[in-house]
């Protein structure tokens, strides 16, 4: 989760990339399976897991771009 949240943060190709297929998504395999093309072995309960952290802490440091994008998705499924 530390990789993913670095290199899709920000203006990053992954970054990106990832904020525009966020849209796309139905359900969480959606992300699993988008990211898994991309080399993240992250399960559905990581990144849930990871979304509520996030969304406990007082400033959502480091998210945003692509990886803010998911973690929102990730709140509202």
């Not at 990053?12 to 959606?30: C, K, M, Q, R, Y």
């Not at 072995?41 to 802490?57: H, I």
Request: charged share 25%; hydrophobic share 45%; glycine share 12%.
């Amino acid at each position: 989760m530390d990789r993913l949240k670095a290199d899709a943060s920000g203006n990053t190709a992954l970054s990106a990339v990832l904020a525009g297929a966020v849209g796309g998504f139905s359900n969480p395999a959606d992300a699993v399976g988008f990211l898994a093309s991309r080399g993240f072995e992250v399960t559905a309960s990581d990144l849930a897991d990871a979304a509520a952290e996030s969304d406990e802490a007082p400033a959502a440091d480091g998210e945003e771009g692509g990886y803010g994008a998911l973690m929102e998705f990730m709140r509202r499924n």
